[in-house]
């Protein structure tokens, strides 16, 4: 049987006064994630293992099937294959934001979602002045920093202390003076840089500087095939997560319009999970709009985004006769506008039914697929138990 994995990314979230104290996944139109639970079954799922922090990365690590305690070592390798940088076996990879940070405080954690080509001409202009390691673009404030012989390092994702002064969190461990010595750099030289001098001008936020967090060499995944014997492909805008996929010996599938934003298009990733069903057995296909809603705080656009993502799975459904699971990677609680670590709810079509009616954080609980680890859920789409 083939399966279809729809991920909304920081779907989940908890009861809001203002939603009249119904969660927006709850509160939002969703007929289509309902309908899975109805025809389906439906429980909640643990992706964050004890002693990690309750990120993306060690999420969607997990919910592919592989157990972060054995197989993470930061999200900097992983998006690094993303983007096609081969990795060294001493390099060691770190996710690099542009930020803004103003007056010692952590402004914007995407220095204000900065365009790849800005970003890009920011970068070049800073590598000059950090010779002994190499600073990649990537897609919007999203880059990457390789520190050949590093030792690598979790650091603090930079969408986690927004608003906070930067000072307790800046870089520790024995990559500690080389990665201040690079953040004073980008300083200096992004200070009056054109880019800048434009955006401020245009009334948008300037990247001040960079922001290197979660490094690691690169992981050992054995791949879908080796594991389950067929063929896999993953449909994301975000490097993290094809990077994964490239690991793992997923296909990586382009879809033109996906930004990895609230803009996304929605319909367009939909009808590529079902063009690559055609002749894959397994896809994974992420959506990224309503995690960037929760850090936002925007209780509206999460809304839009959850509904947005129930009609990519109307499409599925309509399209696809085989198992097809939605659930979130973690939670973005619009109140915290960070990721929380609870079990999330999941719903399966194709498995079977349980009685449920809706999908929801509070339904999920009572399902009958009880409470699952995160590495099991894909064995349990595919028939491998
Ligand atoms: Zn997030």
């Excluded at 104290?21 to 964050?48: F, I, K």
């Excluded at 993953?234 to 094809?242: H, P």
Aim: aromatic share 6%; proline share 7%.
């Amino acid at each position: 049987m083939k399966a279809v994995l729809l991920l909304g990314d920081g779907m989940a979230d908890e009861p809001l006064a203002e939603l009249g104290g119904l969660t927006p996944l709850e509160y939002a139109e969703t007929p289509n994630m309902d309908r899975v639970a109805r025809e389906g079954r439906t429980g909640l799922v643990a992706t964050v293992p004890d002693g990690f922090d309750a990120g993306s990365d060690v999420a969607n690590l997990g919910l592919l099937g592989y157990d972060p305690n054995e197989y993470y070592t930061g999200r900097g390798p992983l998006e690094a294959a993303s983007m096609g940088v081969e990795l060294g076996a001493d390099d060691v990879a770190y996710r690099c934001n542009l930020v803004t940070v103003r007056d010692g405080v952590m402004a914007d954690f995407s220095a204000g979602h900065i365009t790849s080509a800005e970003g890009a001409a920011l970068l070049g202009a800073l590598q000059p002045a950090v010779p002994s390691v190499r600073v990649v673009p990537g897609i919007s404030y999203r880059n990457l920093l390789v520190v050949p012989g590093g030792a690598g390092g979790r650091g603090t994702p930079p969408h986690d202390i927004v608003g906070e002064p930067i000072g307790a969190y800046l870089p520790d461990g024995p990559d500690r003076d080389l990665l201040l010595a690079c953040m004073a750099a980008a300083e200096e030289v992004f200070a009056g840089h054109p880019v800048n001098r434009a955006r401020v001008a245009a009334g948008k936020v300037p990247a001040t500087g960079i922001w290197p967090w979660s490094g690691g060499r690169r992981p050992a995944l054995p791949t879908f095939a080796e594991r389950f014997g067929g063929t896999g492909g993953m449909i994301s805008a975000v490097d993290l997560l094809n990077g994964i996929a490239r690991y793992a010996g997923l296909e990586v599938i382009a879809v033109p319009g996906a930004t990895g934003y609230l803009d996304t298009d929605y319909q367009g990733k939909a009808r590529a999970a079902l063009a690559a069903l055609d002749r894959l057995d397994f896809v994974y296909c992420h959506v990224e709009a309503p995690d960037e809603a929760g850090h936002m705080g925007s209780v509206e656009e999460k809304v839009r985004a959850i509904e947005r993502v129930d009609g990519m799975l109307g499409t599925i459904l309509d399209g696809f006769d085989g198992v097809v699971a939605v659930l979130p990677d973690h939670a973005t609680p619009i109140r915290l506008r960070t990721h929380t670590r609870q079990p999330v709810p999941v719903a399966v079509r194709g498995l079977g039914t349980d009685g449920t009616r809706r999908f929801s954080e509070r339904e999920a609980e009572k399902g009958d697929l009880g409470r699952l680890e995160a590495t099991a859920l894909l064995p349990l789409l595919l028939g491998r138990t």
